[in-house]
């Protein structure tokens, strides 16, 4: 058994969509029967999307499996002897077995064209929505930015419509006019609701025609009502131009608009199977939809664990103004408690980062006199695999801890971070991270790490002061570092090098996910 994937093409004007249809013929239903019929089996296609009636596509995907032997590729050619005209395959390929065209991270990209002169033109009226009234492109263009990222489209989907979650991203939306006097309306996002791009269209037309304001289209999301927005154009005008499959996950995902801020890291997910959420600021009639549906996304992306913090709880002065916040504030605090379910996901404490510091004296100028071997060497050019590896194995399993490459670590050396050895004798028995700020005369240490075998030997406690001569040296009057309030035995060791607690941050929540990996 294989898995064969088929990028489709096709004119939707004689057909009832994509989708299988008991009273009409449909796109899918058309591939069944060819495809059976090819292969001397039954046949049943799965598609990527399901294009309603009248639609057009240039590469829409779809999967089949089979047991027929005919190589992949040879398909798409045997193929297109049977279907009728309006109906090519561009290409085929085989996929790995599990592979589900509308189960991975893509970009859908929509054109809707409207013809914009006083005469229709016959040759193109199967193609394009005919308006005789005047367009203002500009305008229209202006009215998109609007629509453009993360937002809740309620407003802009048929009202039936069956999906839980009407929250969507739009990536890229563009208006131009051509000189055969088309305005074309081009969408890319990451997927979108019943009606969505022929009712974006409406509503940009009605901008066109100087009906709405520019501005109004915001005023019509924030309305989350199917009435505030313009009609929803006919299908002819519409056509699916092609899918991009994500082929790496991206190692953050953030989003920002009026309503929330945050930030989704899934550098983890690969290595370690964790993924990060952070929410800077979210309003709370959308926080619990907002968490229900990025863990998960997180999840679908492969995280078993994620881990949740909310950081508009966070006061950024002291213990004492927090709770006065929290009181004044009333709503907006707390809004992560253990055992809190958001969908299919239950909240589990996991561990919060206590802030502490050391300010230093001239003590540290001196040093300890002893006749250690101990020291800290800067990591040179040609060794980074090495510390990378010694790095990241140490905080494998540490919550929090990023999981180092060569490009985060240049990309940290670029924002002054300096990385480190810590040997004894000339073992490489660990790794150190230093993050200095001039301004502040502080120097933040991170990252410290002893091989197992050397742990238990007091080489934790020598390392900080070695720390502390380099940092005195350096005209640094401070060191700070965070710690895991449940990293008991190193939170014990920094409080024996003189470290002192300044403040703890909010809590980090785990989830757990159950999804098939």
Not at 264 to 277: D, H, M
Request: hydrophobic share 35%; net charge neutral; with cysteine.
């Amino acid at each position: 058994m294989k898995r064969v994937k088929l990028i489709v093409a096709y004119d939707g004007t004689n057909y009832h969509g994509w989708q299988l249809q008991p009273n009409g013929l449909s796109i899918e239903a058309v591939l069944n029967d060819a495809l059976s019929s090819l292969l001397r089996e039954p046949v049943a296609v799965i598609g990527a999307s399901r294009t309603d009636s009248g639609v057009h596509a240039l590469g829409n995907v779809a999967v089949f499996d089979t047991e027929n032997r005919m190589p992949a590729e040879k398909i798409s050619f045997a193929l297109n002897q049977r279907l009728p005209e309006d109906i090519r395959i561009q290409s085929s390929e085989e996929v790995p077995g599990d592979w589900h065209p509308r189960k991975q991270n893509c970009v859908k990209t929509y054109e809707y064209k409207i013809l914009n002169r006083k005469v229709d033109m016959p040759t193109v009226r199967l193609y394009t929505y005919f308006c005789y009234f005047p367009l203002d492109v500009e305008q229209m263009q202006k009215a998109a930015t609007y629509l453009v990222g993360e937002h809740d489209f309620k407003s802009f989907c048929t009202v039936r419509t069956q999906a839980e979650d009407t929250v969507r991203t739009i990536y890229e939306l563009t208006v131009t006019r051509s000189l055969e006097d088309v305005v074309t309306i081009r969408i890319s996002g990451s997927g979108f609701l019943y009606n969505m791009v022929r009712i974006i269209a409406g509503t940009l037309l009605r901008v066109g025609t100087g009906l709405y304001r520019p501005e109004h289209v915001e005023e019509i999301l924030d309305a989350q009502d199917r009435q505030a927005a313009g009609p929803t154009l006919p299908a002819k005008g519409l056509t699916l131009l092609h899918l991009d499959y994500e082929k790496e996950l991206r190692p953050e995902i953030f989003s920002q608009n009026k309503y929330w801020d945050y930030l989704l890291v899934q550098r983890e997910i690969l290595p370690k199977k964790k993924a990060y959420l952070i929410i800077r600021r979210c309003k709370m009639e959308c926080f619990s939809r907002l968490l229900t549906r990025i863990l998960h996304q997180a999840a679908r992306n492969g995280a078993r664990w994620i881990y949740v913090v909310d950081m508009e709880e966070w006061d950024q002065e002291t213990i004492e103004s927090q709770r006065r916040e929290r009181e004044k504030k009333e709503l907006g605090y707390g809004r992560l408690a253990e055992g809190q379910r958001y969908g299919y996901y239950a909240l589990k404490r996991s561990h919060c980062y206590l802030e502490m510091e050391k300010r230093l004296s001239a003590v540290e100028k001196d040093g300890v006199k002893n006749n250690r071997t101990i020291r800290i060497k800067a990591l040179e050019k040609g060794e980074s695999q090495r510390w990378l590896s010694l790095y990241n194995n140490a905080f494998f399993m540490v919550p929090g801890s990023a999981t180092y490459d060569e490009a985060l670590l240049e990309e940290d050396g670029v924002k002054g971070c300096h990385f480190f050895w810590i040997c004894a004798d000339e073992a490489r028995i660990g790794t150190l991270i230093s993050v200095p700020n001039q301004e502040k005369r502080t120097l933040g240490i991170d990252g410290i790490a002893i091989k197992e075998e050397y742990q238990g030997k007091g080489y934790g406690k020598e390392v900080l002061q070695l720390i502390g001569e380099y940092a005195w040296s350096k005209g640094f009057e401070k060191l700070t570092l965070l710690v895991a309030d449940t990293n008991l035995r190193a939170k014990h060791v920094y409080e024996q090098a003189g470290f002192q607690m300044v403040r703890k941050r909010p809590d980090f929540f785990c989830v757990e996910s159950t999804l098939v990996q």
